[in-house]
């Protein structure tokens, strides 16, 4: 176990409002990300943090923003939810840097109506 | 072409059966591999690394064939369990060092 947990683990939203996720880890690992999964793309980087307010975008950022003031918090923002960002997000960690293993919080399914 | 490419199957295989997946990497440059293990509505866990000289977990065998630029997943003996989807990852080999999922192989283990 990571010790990594996501808040909400189920959201609807309306179409238009903000929505932040929440990911929070115990063990102080520095890099964090967020994906999304969708049926037939697998696996997608949104945004990731090596660090507090280090933060890079991944290959599906726009509509998503990030922020990382704490070591242990990493919140992605949905700024304007659309029905194309209903979809299960995952936050993870790597224990050992870029390119080893990452570690999966049971992730946020998220409705945008 | 997608970076990381995997058939969905479903592979139905009886228990006690084995079953191999295959998946296709389009960077040759890449250097880190993994599958992973996902059973419906979790998230992903890290099954195993994939080593070059290719690698075995109990029932579970590993490999990698650079020249082809494939990863190879080999289970014996199926277990119901053993029931899942099984996810291909490679790393992209740019100054980000980012794991890149494949969709996913599905297998279903039917007594």
């Known amino acids: 176990d990571a010790g990594i947990t996501q808040s909400p683990r189920h959201k609807v939203t309306e179409t238009g409002t903000p929505v932040t996720l929440r990911c929070h880890q115990t063990e102080n690992h520095r890099y964090m990300y967020w994906y999304r999964q969708d049926p037939g793309h697998g696996l997608r980087l949104i945004h990731y943090?090596?660090?507090?307010?280090?933060?890079d975008k991944g290959e599906v950022s726009d509509g998503y923003s990030v922020s990382r003031s704490k070591t242990e918090d990493f919140l992605l923002t949905l700024e304007s939810a659309t029905s194309s960002q209903t979809s299960v997000y995952f936050c993870?960690?790597?224990?050992?840097?870029?390119?080893?293993?990452?570690?999966f919080g049971n992730g946020t399914r998220l409705t945008v109506t | 072409r997608k970076e990381v490419e995997q058939d969905p199957g479903p592979f139905n295989v009886p228990e006690g059966a084995t079953v191999a997946f295959n998946c296709t990497y389009s960077n040759s440059a890449s250097q880190s591999f993994f599958w992973y293990r996902q059973d419906c509505r979790k998230e992903p866990k890290l099954l195993m690394s994939?080593?070059?000289s290719g690698n075995e977990d109990g029932r579970f065998t590993a490999q990698l064939n650079r020249a082809s630029q494939y990863i190879s997943l080999l289970i014996r003996d199926s277990k119901l369990s053993d029931s899942a989807t099984y996810l291909c990852?490679?790393?992209?080999?740019?100054?980000?060092?980012?794991?890149?999922f494949g969709s996913g192989t599905r297998l279903l283990v039917r007594p």
């Open positions: 990852v490679v790393n992209r080999m740019d100054s980000s060092y980012k794991l890149i």
């Open positions: 943090s090596y660090g507090v307010k280090d933060t």
């Open positions: 994939v080593y070059s």
């Open positions: 993870a960690i790597s224990v050992k840097g870029p390119g080893s293993p990452l570690h």
